[in-house]
């Protein structure tokens, strides 16, 4: 099956620092979500990406729909406590009626006082 | 994760024993979706369903056992738990042009 690579795989940052993460495919995406993961429970989205080339930004996130479908980004400004977690990235594809998601296997992400 | 509601939210099986994890949703979402996820990875597809009464499998399909028998729940059976089972399980729904919401997971322990 399709398949995700999401890196890094771990950050440990200074509060304040800004962040960056990506995830790349050998395949083509219709559509590229981020979700964030916290211990206990499920992800939550942060951004849906819809159209390649997409620039889009939800407060202090930012992130992007590649050019050629096959890659994205998610960048976190000035980070703060509360954004430690998991990070996943995941291209979605229509097929039939279904739409189903490959989701890379995440960004595990600190941030230190 | 308001709209999602997964139980139990723990769970201890032995080797051979079966059970099922019940995914409840309110907000009228024709697409629902089960998902495993182990250290290290992202989430994998068990099964889904894109509307009441009908189901497909997913990437991870084997040694499970779905059931869509009315719109609001998607139920998730194991016949006969392995220790290869364990995992924690999360149910997700969508509308068709939304992105999905996922439930707080069931964490489950085959010994």
């Known amino acids: 099956g399709q398949q995700l690579n999401q890196s890094p795989q771990s950050m440990f940052i200074q509060e304040g620092e800004d962040v960056s993460m990506n995830c790349t495919s050998s395949s083509i995406f219709n559509t590229w979500l981020w979700y964030k993961q916290d211990p206990g429970e499920g992800p939550v989205l942060l951004i849906a990406l819809y159209k390649a080339g997409e620039l889009t930004s939800n407060g202090r996130l930012t992130a992007q729909f590649g050019i050629t479908r096959k890659d994205s980004f998610l960048n976190i400004s000035a980070s703060i406590p509360s954004d430690v977690g998991i990070y996943f990235c995941a291209g979605q594809v229509i097929l039939g009626s279904a739409r189903q998601l490959t989701f890379g296997s995440g960004t595990q992400l600190t941030v230190l006082p | 994760n308001a709209g999602v509601t997964q139980t139990p939210k723990f769970r201890v099986l032995k080797t051979g024993q079966s059970m099922t994890l019940l995914c409840a949703q309110d907000m009228n979402h024709e697409y629902m979706y089960w998902y495993r996820q182990d250290p290290g990875m992202g989430l994998r597809l068990i099964h889904y369903s894109v509307g009441e009464g009908t189901t497909a499998k997913g990437e991870v399909p084997d040694g499970y056992n779905v059931s869509r028998l009315k719109k609001q729940n998607f139920l998730l059976g194991l016949e006969s738990a392995a220790p290869s089972q364990t995992s924690v399980y999360f149910c997700?729904?969508?509308?068709?042009?939304?992105?999905?919401?996922f439930g707080d997971g069931t964490r489950l322990s085959i010994l």
């Open positions: 997700a729904s969508a509308d068709s042009n939304q992105p999905q919401h």
